[in-house]
């Protein structure tokens, strides 16, 4: 068996884990937003230095099976409304009005589209031909480089067909300057028009720079006589190859990737209810698994807009280990800006001014200067002290102590605050805490919450990445039923089991060695209610009139990574690296215990006050709490009564 790499693109760092059996390998490198595919080859070649001695991106390609990647670029593209100027046609222009129905429709619907709308009704067989071409050459004069076709109503799929015969025929692809247009039918089957419409247009504007990327990275990797298709991780939490992914899908990909790893570790330990804490440069996510099942919504929401496909329930609060903390107004501020990865925060010497919780960390302590990002990043304990002074302590007039202790609090107060928000926090509930700075103030975030349990994976730093290795490849399809009958869902199923074999042959598979998954969804009470039916029978008493849509999954198993050992290790005492001086509120320096992970054996069994160290990750441990090394090599924290 050959290994599996995972890439998890984010918008600080992008983290790369290669799976082999039992054994991890793992690394970090600067994500370079002016072109991504930086950042992914230096990301191989670090890796493949750690495994080989040297850097022999060739051959560790040669020994890899798979590539799974996710990346944030959607999601910062559309944070940042950086895409195409997108065009629509529509029967009838006022069905714009019908999608900008809240602040934010009407904002990214401004952001996107702006006055770039047209009206084609397929309905009046008047000079069909000569008023689509006006339409599409009316919205390119007005600016728009991408244009989404959107008919509605029970006839709109067979409209929207109509149209693409007209339009291939009128503006081949082949020529030059031709504009790219999508039918919102070719992304989704859901009846639901505005929530299609919507996902035609987001995907239309995200499309464009996903793939001039991924295709360049794909192109790269064959290049080194990679053999298999680069797999694209998609926030349903499967994976595809470049050309059979909906650049939308791979919208919040990463931290979907967390959820997955998040599951495999609830299953691992027994937890029933498990809120996961994803600490990165900017943004902490939080989810959680309740019963073995990842908490998600049938229709997620992109930028507050419904859009036609599931999405992860994941609460992105704005603070994470570089969020600028600052007095204003005679209190302390957390976020939601942050310096990212250049310039960084102070501390890193590259420039930044502001404070973070990272210069906090270091100035308290807790943080090792020479020994940061696996010793490849010097902190700066001067600029960081120079930051936390003039931004907080020197503006509310106390000790450069009293401002880290206040920052501290007021950061973990942010991030227990966004807990709070999204999840109920029940005697049952444990904490599981990744990213590069989940682990250093989870106890204290804990406690502010009640929580007496808390898991940190071994791999905590890159769970994100190790997260993406439990997907499968598969495609999930659906369609609107012309009416509730047996008749017509069997016609529909056997039109997506034919579009499942084309697209599962593209991916190299044989839809016989693929798992079909058949369904149906109703719609009640305004309410959509999804069932599996295994046998492709509808249910009795079902009626006829019932608005419903087949649905369709079909999945190819691939080899996922194992998640670690099991049993429970006679406890030994931890091996201590030394002393680290940890500095409190009034300045005064006290020892604890420095722990390394690599140093310890499953087992190592130790309280608090103490710190943990990774070579990416931190844990500072206080007094009260328990920490335990577990067969895996996860750390377990308990807080004692």
Same mark, same amino acid.
């Given at each position: 068996m050959g290994k599996l790499i995972n890439i998890d693109n984010g918008g600080t760092l992008t983290d790369i884990v290669v799976v082999d059996g039992d054994d991890v390998v793992r690394t970090k490198t600067l994500t370079t937003p002016y072109d991504l595919s930086k950042c992914f080859f230096e990301g191989l070649r670090k890796v493949s230095q750690a495994i080989y001695g040297k850097e022999d991106v060739v051959g560790l390609l040669r020994d890899t099976d798979y590539i799974r990647y996710s990346t944030t670029q959607g999601t910062n593209a559309l944070v940042e409304r950086? %895409?195409?100027?997108? =065009?629509?046609?529509? $029967?009838?222009? $006022?069905? /714009?009005?019908?999608?900008?129905?809240?602040?934010?429709?009407?904002?990214?619907?401004?952001?996107?589209?702006?006055?770039?709308? $047209? @009206?084609?009704?397929?309905?009046?067989?008047g000079d069909l031909d000569g008023r689509l071409v006006a339409a599409v050459n009316a919205l390119t004069a007005g600016g728009a480089?991408?244009?989404?076709?959107?008919?509605?109503?029970?006839?709109? /799929?067979?409209?929207?067909?109509r149209l693409r015969r007209i339009v291939l025929a009128k503006f081949p692809p082949h020529l030059l300057g031709a504009v790219p247009v999508l039918f919102s039918h070719q992304i989704a089957g859901d009846a639901d028009d505005g929530r299609r419409i919507w996902s035609a247009l987001l995907n239309a504007f995200l499309h464009p720079a996903m793939e001039t990327f991924l295709y360049h990275a794909e192109h790269k990797l064959r290049d080194a006589r990679f053999r298999s298709p680069l797999l694209i991780f998609r926030n349903d939490g499967d994976s595809a190859r470049v050309a059979k992914t909906i650049a939308l899908k791979t919208y919040s990909s990463g931290p979907r990737g967390g959820m997955e790893g998040a599951r495999a570790l609830a299953a691992h330990y027994g937890v029933g209810h498990l809120v996961s804490v994803d600490v990165g440069g900017t943004t902490t996510d939080i989810g959680a698994t309740r019963g073995g099942h990842i908490e998600s919504e049938r229709r997620g929401r992109v930028e507050g807009v419904r859009v036609s496909f599931p999405l992860v329930d994941i609460h992105s609060v704005g603070v994470g280990? *570089?969020?600028?903390? #600052? @007095? +204003?107004?005679?209190?302390?501020?957390?976020?939601?800006?942050?310096?990212? /990865?250049?310039?960084?925060?102070?501390? &890193? *010497?590259? %420039? =930044?001014?502001?404070?973070?919780? !990272?210069?906090? &960390?270091l100035l308290m302590g807790v943080l090792d200067p020479e020994a940061f990002f696996g010793g490849d990043l010097a902190l700066d304990v001067e600029r960081a002290r120079a930051a936390v002074l003039e931004n907080v302590a020197r503006p509310l007039d106390m000790s450069v102590g009293r401002a880290l202790a206040a920052m501290e609090a007021a950061w973990v107060e942010r991030v227990a605050a966004g807990i709070r928000e999204h999840c109920d926090i029940g005697p049952d509930t444990v904490l599981a805490a990744f990213g590069g700075g989940g682990p250093l103030a989870i106890c204290t975030v804990a406690e502010a919450l009640g929580v007496g349990r808390v898991l940190v994976p071994r791999l905590a730093a890159v769970f994100s990445a190790y997260g993406l290795s439990f997907s499968d490849i598969a495609h999930h399809y659906e369609v609107a039923l012309p009416e509730a009958s047996q008749a017509a869902y069997d016609a529909a199923i056997a039109?997506? !089991?034919?579009?499942?074999?084309?697209?599962? &042959?593209?991916?190299?598979?044989?839809?016989?060695?693929? +798992?079909?998954?058949?369904?149906?969804?109703? +719609?009640?009470? %305004? +309410?959509?209610?999804?069932t599996a039916l295994p046998d492709g029978r509808l249910p009795a008493g079902l009626d006829p009139d019932a608005r419903c849509s087949a649905t369709l999954s079909a999945t190819r198993?691939? #080899?996922?990574?194992? &998640? =670690?050992? !099991? =049993?429970?290790?006679?406890?030994?005492?931890?091996? !201590?690296? %030394?002393e680290r001086m940890l500095r409190d509120a009034v300045g005064e320096a006290r020892p604890v215990p420095l722990v390394r992970l690599a140093d310890n054996p499953p087992g190592a069994t130790g309280t608090g006050p103490a710190v943990l160290e990774e070579d990416f990750f931190t844990c500072r441990v206080p007094a009260g709490w328990r920490y335990r090394f577990t067969a895996g090599g996860d750390i377990e924290l308990v807080r004692e009564s």
């Amino acid at each position: 068996m050959g290994k599996l790499i995972n890439i998890d693109n984010g918008g600080t760092l992008t983290d790369i884990v290669v799976v082999d059996g039992d054994d991890v390998v793992r690394t970090k490198t600067l994500t370079t937003p002016y072109d991504l595919s930086k950042c992914f080859f230096e990301g191989l070649r670090k890796v493949s230095q750690a495994i080989y001695g040297k850097e022999d991106v060739v051959g560790l390609l040669r020994d890899t099976d798979y590539i799974r990647y996710s990346t944030t670029q959607g999601t910062n593209a559309l944070v940042e409304r950086k %895409g195409p100027r997108v =065009g629509l046609i529509l $029967a009838d222009a $006022a069905g /714009a009005g019908a999608l900008q129905d809240s602040a934010s429709t009407r904002e990214l619907f401004s952001a996107l589209v702006g006055e770039r709308v $047209a @009206a084609v009704d397929p309905a009046d067989d008047g000079d069909l031909d000569g008023r689509l071409v006006a339409a599409v050459n009316a919205l390119t004069a007005g600016g728009a480089n991408r244009i989404v076709v959107g008919m509605a109503g029970e006839a709109g /799929a067979e409209a929207e067909a109509r149209l693409r015969r007209i339009v291939l025929a009128k503006f081949p692809p082949h020529l030059l300057g031709a504009v790219p247009v999508l039918f919102s039918h070719q992304i989704a089957g859901d009846a639901d028009d505005g929530r299609r419409i919507w996902s035609a247009l987001l995907n239309a504007f995200l499309h464009p720079a996903m793939e001039t990327f991924l295709y360049h990275a794909e192109h790269k990797l064959r290049d080194a006589r990679f053999r298999s298709p680069l797999l694209i991780f998609r926030n349903d939490g499967d994976s595809a190859r470049v050309a059979k992914t909906i650049a939308l899908k791979t919208y919040s990909s990463g931290p979907r990737g967390g959820m997955e790893g998040a599951r495999a570790l609830a299953a691992h330990y027994g937890v029933g209810h498990l809120v996961s804490v994803d600490v990165g440069g900017t943004t902490t996510d939080i989810g959680a698994t309740r019963g073995g099942h990842i908490e998600s919504e049938r229709r997620g929401r992109v930028e507050g807009v419904r859009v036609s496909f599931p999405l992860v329930d994941i609460h992105s609060v704005g603070v994470g280990g *570089g969020s600028v903390i #600052r @007095a +204003q107004g005679g209190e302390i501020r957390v976020g939601p800006e942050s310096v990212g /990865a250049q310039p960084g925060p102070a501390c &890193f *010497g590259l %420039g =930044g001014k502001h404070a973070t919780i !990272t210069d906090v &960390f270091l100035l308290m302590g807790v943080l090792d200067p020479e020994a940061f990002f696996g010793g490849d990043l010097a902190l700066d304990v001067e600029r960081a002290r120079a930051a936390v002074l003039e931004n907080v302590a020197r503006p509310l007039d106390m000790s450069v102590g009293r401002a880290l202790a206040a920052m501290e609090a007021a950061w973990v107060e942010r991030v227990a605050a966004g807990i709070r928000e999204h999840c109920d926090i029940g005697p049952d509930t444990v904490l599981a805490a990744f990213g590069g700075g989940g682990p250093l103030a989870i106890c204290t975030v804990a406690e502010a919450l009640g929580v007496g349990r808390v898991l940190v994976p071994r791999l905590a730093a890159v769970f994100s990445a190790y997260g993406l290795s439990f997907s499968d490849i598969a495609h999930h399809y659906e369609v609107a039923l012309p009416e509730a009958s047996q008749a017509a869902y069997d016609a529909a199923i056997a039109g997506l !089991t034919e579009q499942a074999r084309r697209d599962m &042959f593209a991916e190299g598979f044989s839809l016989d060695d693929c +798992q079909l998954a058949p369904g149906l969804v109703r +719609q009640a009470d %305004g +309410q959509e209610h999804e069932t599996a039916l295994p046998d492709g029978r509808l249910p009795a008493g079902l009626d006829p009139d019932a608005r419903c849509s087949a649905t369709l999954s079909a999945t190819r198993p691939i #080899r996922h990574a194992r &998640f =670690g050992s !099991t =049993g429970t290790p006679a406890e030994v005492s931890p091996i !201590t690296a %030394g002393e680290r001086m940890l500095r409190d509120a009034v300045g005064e320096a006290r020892p604890v215990p420095l722990v390394r992970l690599a140093d310890n054996p499953p087992g190592a069994t130790g309280t608090g006050p103490a710190v943990l160290e990774e070579d990416f990750f931190t844990c500072r441990v206080p007094a009260g709490w328990r920490y335990r090394f577990t067969a895996g090599g996860d750390i377990e924290l308990v807080r004692e009564s």
